[in-house]
């Protein structure tokens, strides 16, 4: 790979995120990435901006700058309006070009890890997959991306020193949303790219809509997880009766989902979701890292185990030592209880 020079390292300046929307609608990662965006900007006093491709640009814009961001670049026309890998990485890609911006963000979903490996290539830098913590040196102006490696037992901190922008994935659900300052202004740059339909390769000639088992743990509020400890598919109903008291849904650690006692759909952790829910009731999961980096940023944790030493009880704000067959089941009763009584009261 061909090095930036120094001099030309210098000259890009400002952090930028991708927006990835759908039907008009942003993906929550884009705006969530506006707060450590900001972060990085205002330590590094450059202009947070965002790149949006495709109609619904200004709309966009508007929302974008209502979650802190100072600029946002527009390129839009037919060949945009639905996603695909060339046109869309072409469009960023003469972006980069033109403004360099030194840091570049865009979220770990499916679109995401597609366009952001295919414009790494394109403008001959690296990239950072599926981080979990970003930072910056301030005095070098170096881009710290933090991720699990090896497995998941250690965390990296990568750094892209040579080649500008320094680009990461994050995951959904990692980073907080930024707080909503309805009427914030900011500028808008339209850029106009020449590309026609018959210079991409690939056509759109239908959708199918995907089939969703009705359980979505990334938005869930509430999260109820079962780990190995609850011993059976048979005793997860009693994990099933907690969510369905808290008004929540059942996640998995890994272990549950490869003995086929849930499905793929509840795992939460490093090979499954990353969740930041209000509440998150950890039972009989012990907490191995690669557990731990799905779930650390839930709001509350409450964990169950009769392990005190359990890993687990080192990210919980409440820890509960004791055999989860006694605490789940009286649990789920004096809670049902306290919602008969809220119910009654009304
Ligand atoms: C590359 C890689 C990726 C991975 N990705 C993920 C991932 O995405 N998500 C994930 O979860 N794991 C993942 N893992 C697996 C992870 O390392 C652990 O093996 C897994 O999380 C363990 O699941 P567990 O906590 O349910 O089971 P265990 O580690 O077996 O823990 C069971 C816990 O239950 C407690 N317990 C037992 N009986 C009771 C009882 N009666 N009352 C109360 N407590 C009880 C025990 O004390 C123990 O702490 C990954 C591993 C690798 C190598």
């Given at each position: 790979m061909p090095k930036t020079t120094d001099d030309s390292i210098k000259d890009f300046r400002g952090v930028w995120v991708y927006v990835e929307h759908a039907d008009g609608k942003a993906t929550g990662v884009s705006w969530e990435l506006l707060t450590p965006g900001r972060h990085m900007a205002d330590a590094l006093g450059v202009e947070l901006g965002v790149?949006?491709?495709?109609?619904?640009?200004?709309r966009l814009a508007t929302e974008a700058f209502a979650y802190g961001a100072d600029i946002a670049y527009i390129i839009d026309g037919p060949v945009f309006s639905h996603y695909r890998t060339e046109p869309h990485m072409r469009a960023v890609v003469h972006l980069i070009n033109k403004y360099q911006p030194e840091i570049f963000l865009l979220?770990?979903?499916v679109t995401g890890r597609d366009?952001?490996?295919a414009i790494a290539i394109e403008v001959d830098t690296g990239l950072t997959?599926?981080?979990t913590q970003l930072g910056v040196d301030v005095e070098k102006r170096l881009?710290?991306?933090t991720r699990p490696a090896f497995g998941g037992n250690i965390m990296a901190t990568i750094l892209c020193e040579q080649?500008?922008?320094?680009?990461?994935?994050?995951r959904p659900r990692v980073m907080?949303?930024?707080a909503r300052q309805p009427g914030r202004l900011g500028r808008i740059v339209?850029?106009?790219?020449?590309l026609k339909e018959a210079d991409i390769a690939t056509k759109i000639l239908k959708f199918f809509p995907t089939e969703s088992e009705g359980v979505n743990i990334a938005e869930a509020d509430i999260i109820v997880t079962a780990g190995r400890g609850v011993g059976s598919a048979e005793n997860l109903r009693m994990i099933e009766e907690l969510a369905q008291a808290t008004g929540g849904v059942v996640g998995a650690s890994r272990a549950v989902v490869d003995l086929g006692w849930i499905s793929y759909a509840h795992q939460v952790g490093q090979t499954g979701k990353t969740v930041r829910p209000r509440l998150y009731i950890a039972v009989g999961v012990s907490g191995a890292i690669q557990h731990l980096v799905g779930m650390q940023n839930a709001d509350t944790i409450i964990a169950i185990n009769n392990d005190p030493e359990a890993p687990i009880f080192s990210v919980a704000s409440v820890g509960i030592v004791g055999d989860l067959f006694e605490v789940v089941p009286e649990l789920t009763r004096q809670i049902k209880a306290a919602r008969e009584q809220a119910a009654a009261n009304v």
């Open positions: 790149m949006i491709v495709g109609d619904s640009g200004s979220g770990a979903t366009l952001a490996s997959a599926d981080c881009f710290e991306m080649h500008r922008p320094q680009m990461a994935t994050v907080p949303m930024p339209r850029e106009e790219l020449e």
